[in-house]
């Protein structure tokens, strides 16, 4: 199945949206994106309204006492280690790139803890750029299950991701395998019945369809 499958099939179910993450600008999808390691965005949301209203720009969360980052972002859980990340990265900003978030992945990159995930949300949603695919859990799962990578590493599958699908639709397959992931596809009990995948998937034909 190609990526411009996954996508007309899933484009039925799915409205056209962008990334859910709240945001005004490159800055705070950048945050935003960090904060959303193994947590929802919905708490994000709930999170980035206080965080960017005491601290609304790379200059003052660089200065910012990891203490009150902390206590901000604690309920997206791994809070040490993410507030660490963002005095690090704000502190990089303001130093390396005048105050602005960079918009080339070589320069995103360079920013303490941002990987290709997080580096192609910013670009793809925060500038309108479009160097690859972002891979988190549910697309590494959901790339293996349907049978588009049969890698384990995010780097390779989103080679393969990028192989079989028109770079214009690049941002919108990884949206579309999130919102599939967290509603049908997900990890224990994928609603394969309701999966509009499913004549093509490669777990429905060899786990359901094979079945007794």
Same mark, same amino acid.
């Given at each position: ?8 099939? *899933? ?42 209203? #005491? ?7 660089? #200065?910012?006492?990891?203490?009150? &980052?902390?206590? &901000? ?8 280690? #993410? ?8 502190g990089k900003i303001v130093k390396e790139f005048g105050g602005k978030v960079p918009n080339t992945m070589e320069r995103l990159l360079t920013l303490p803890g941002v990987g290709r995930k997080t580096a192609n949300i910013v670009l793809s949603a925060g500038f309108d750029s479009i160097e690859g695919i972002a891979v988190d859990t549910h697309v590494k799962r959901l790339s293996k ?10 780097? #390779? ?15 919108? *397959? ?27 998937? *490669? ?10």
């Open positions: 199945m190609s990526g411009r499958e996954v996508i007309e099939k *899933l484009d039925r179910i799915y409205p056209a949206i962008k990334t859910p993450l709240i945001h005004e600008n490159s800055y705070q999808l950048l945050v935003a994106t960090v904060l959303s390691a193994q947590c929802t965005d919905a708490q994000v949301n709930r999170v980035t309204g206080p965080l960017f209203k #005491k601290f609304p720009t790379p200059e003052s969360m660089s #200065k910012a006492r990891i203490s009150s &980052l902390e206590s &901000l972002v604690k309920s997206t859980g791994f809070y040490h280690v #993410k507030s660490k990340r963002l005095k690090l990265i704000s299950r349907i049978g588009l990578s049969p890698h384990t590493d995010p780097e #390779k599958i989103e080679s393969d991701l990028m192989k079989i699908t028109p770079r214009e639709m690049w941002p919108r *397959l990884s949206l579309l395998l999130i919102l599939h992931g967290r509603q049908i596809c997900q990890a224990r009990s994928p609603k394969c019945t309701q999966c509009p995948l499913s004549s093509k998937c *490669l777990f429905y034909r060899r786990t359901i369809k094979s079945a007794p």
